[in-house]
């Protein structure tokens, strides 16, 4: 079973970005994301339910230091700890926020190949998982192209507690929670992937595909990759940023 947006350890709960030119970049995913006769998402990128799930923040002075990608947010027992073995194995931290009582909150890291991503705490209180199972406007699939995918996904194993098993195609592998479901995909640079950077590339569903491909043409953005039969393609959007579309149909 394949679904990151699930709660607990090794769940992706949100993700964000903090970009130039914001105004543009709303509109350009708002145009891109709410195609279709029942829009999974709305103009604001909150989804169809009013959930938020992804952010698109201005890059104010305090976040000049975060790198320009879409960070997902995983979820791991213990913040503190996750950064800590961050840094022991090679990665960076950029962000560690803490409360009065000097716990850990959250934090923004990055893995050794240069893939940021946020670690927040486990969240087990969804009554409902199988709620997310449909494309309501939640983060579809997760995936890392990396030079070396071994030491990668052992840093991920690490970090925030995933396991990798073998996936079905390009010698790649899943990252699996505690509970055996898979919630990325982290597979070798080749030629099938050529030109996409090693960052983590979330998957967004779309409710038409071929208008959210003509929407991102049409309003600055870049297509990467078009797996047409596999109604899914990693595009650019005006300012460099990479992100994924999947038909939500």
């Keep these: ?37 029942t829009p999974l998402w709305q103009d604001d990128l909150t989804n169809n339910q009013g959930t938020p799930v992804i952010g698109l923040g201005e890059r104010s002075p305090e976040y000049e230091a975060l790198p320009l990608q879409w960070m997902p947010h995983i979820q791991v027992s213990d913040v503190a700890a996750s950064a800590d073995r961050t840094l022991e194995l090679g990665g960076q931290e950029l962000m560690h ?22 670690v927040i705490p486990a ?35 690490q970090v925030v507690g995933w396991s990798a098993a073998p996936a079905d195609k390009q010698d790649g592998f899943d990252m699996r929670r505690p509970d055996g479901v898979a919630a990325a ?14 960052v983590w590339i979330l998957s967004l569903p779309v409710g038409d595909f071929e208008e959210s491909l003509r929407q991102v043409r049409e309003g600055g ?14 595009i650019k959007d005006p300012v460099g940023v990479y992100i994924a579309l999947q038909d939500g149909n």
């Design 221 to 234: 953005g870049e297509i990467i990759k078009e797996e047409t039969e596999a109604g899914h393609a990693v």
């Design 123 to 157: 969240v087990d209180d969804d009554p409902d998982n199988s709620s997310h199972s449909n494309p309501i406007g939640c983060i579809s699939w997760l995936s890392l192209v990396a030079s070396d995918v071994s030491s990668i996904c052992e840093f991920y194993e």
């Design 185 to 198: 995909e982290i597979y070798p640079e080749n030629d099938e992937n050529e030109g996409i950077p090693s």
């Design 97 to 118: 926020a803490k409360g009065d009582d000097g716990l850990s909150q959250w934090a923004v890291l990055v893995d050794p190949a240069g893939a940021a991503f946020g």
């Design 1 to 37: 079973m394949r679904n990151p947006f699930l709660h607990g350890v090794g769940g992706v709960l949100s993700a964000d970005i903090a970009v130039p030119e914001h105004e543009r970049e709303l509109r350009f995913y708002s145009k891109v994301l709410t195609t279709g006769s």
